[in-house]
C-alpha cells in the first residue's frame, strides 16, 4: 500500500476516533443534566409529601442514637428496593452505545479486507500483463547463436531478463513446476498428448508456456504436453 493510502486511512481512523469521543461526550452531558433535573425532582417531592409530626404513643422517650441508627437502616432498605430509573437510563445508553462501536468496528475490518482484496486484485492484473514481456526475453535469449552468447548484446539481455525475474519474485510471482510432474488441472493446461519413453501415462513431459504463482493463487496456468 502507498504511503499516500496509508496517510488517508490513518486520517479516517482519527476522524472516525474524533466522532466516537463526541457522540460519548454528549451522552455523558445529557446523561449529568438528567440526573440534576431527577434530584430537583426528588427533593420538591420530599418536601410536598414530608409528613406531619404526630405526637408519640408511648410515653418512654427512644435514645436519639438508636433512631439515628434506625433511620440509617430504613433509608439503606428504600435505597436498595427503589429502582433507580436514571441508572437503567445509563445502562440503556451504555448498551446502545457499545452496539454502535462494535458494528463500527465490524465496518471498519470489512472495508479494509475489501480494500486488500481490490489492491492485491489489481496487483495481479499489472503482473500478469509482465508476464508476456518474460516470454519474449527468455525466447530472444533462447535464440541467441552459441557463438554470440558471450556477447556484450546477450550479456545485457541477461541481466535484464534476470533483474527482471528477481522483482517479480520479490513480489510473490514464482513459477509454476511443470515437467517431470504429474498432470494437476489446478496448475497445468494441457493442449497436447506426447509420446515419451522417459516418463509414464498422466506426466506432464513437455512445457509450451511457463505458468506463475502469485502468493497461493494461480495467475498463468502452464501450457503443457502430457504422455497419453
Known amino acids: 500500500m502507498s504511503e ?27 446523561l449529568e443534566q438528567e440526573a440534576k433535573d431527577k434530584e430537583k ?7 410536598e409529601q414530608e409528613p406531619k409530626e404526630e405526637p408519640a404513643e408511648s410515653s418512654e422517650e427512644k435514645d436519639p442514637e438508636d433512631a439515628k441508627d434506625e433511620d440509617k437502616k ?9 429502582k433507580n430509573p436514571l441508572q437503567e437510563k ?3 445508553l451504555n448498551d446502545k452505545v457499545l ?3 462494535a458494528e463500527f468496528e465490524n465496518f471498519r475490518k ?6 486488500a482484496q481490490q489492491f492485491e486484485l489489481g496487483q495481479s492484473n499489472i503482473l500478469e500483463k509482465l508476464l508476456p514481456i518474460v516470454d519474449n526475453f ?10 554470440e552468447k558471450d556477447g556484450a548484446f546477450a550479456d545485457g539481455m541477461n541481466k535484464i531478463y534476470k533483474q527482471l525475474v528477481t522483482e517479480l ?11 517431470g510432474k504429474e498432470f494437476d488441472p489446478n496448475f497445468h493446461n494441457a493442449v497436447m498428448q506426447v509420446e515419451s519413453e522417459e516418463y509414464g501415462s498422466g506426466i506432464v513431459a513437455q512445457e509450451l508456456q511457463k505458468g506463475y504463482m502469485f502468493h497461493d493463487t494461480v495467475l498463468r496456468h502452464s501450457m503443457v504436453g502430457v504422455t497419453p
Open 4 to 30: 499516500a493510502k496509508k496517510n488517508a486511512s490513518a486520517k479516517g481512523e482519527k476522524a472516525m476516533d474524533k466522532d466516537k469521543e463526541e457522540v460519548l461526550e454528549n451522552i455523558m452531558e445529557e
Open 169 to 179: 519474485e520479490n513480489l510473490g510471482v514464482t513459477p509454476i513446476e511443470a515437467v
Open 110 to 115: 470489512r472495508t479494509d479486507k475489501e480494500k
Open 99 to 101: 452496539r454502535q462501536m
Open 74 to 82: 430504613k433509608g439503606l432498605f428504600n435505597k436498595k428496593e427503589k
Open 138 to 147: 527468455e525466447r530472444g535469449l533462447a535464440a541467441v547463436p552459441e557463438a
Open 90 to 92: 445509563v445502562d440503556e
Open 41 to 47: 425532582e426528588a427533593s420538591e417531592g420530599d418536601k
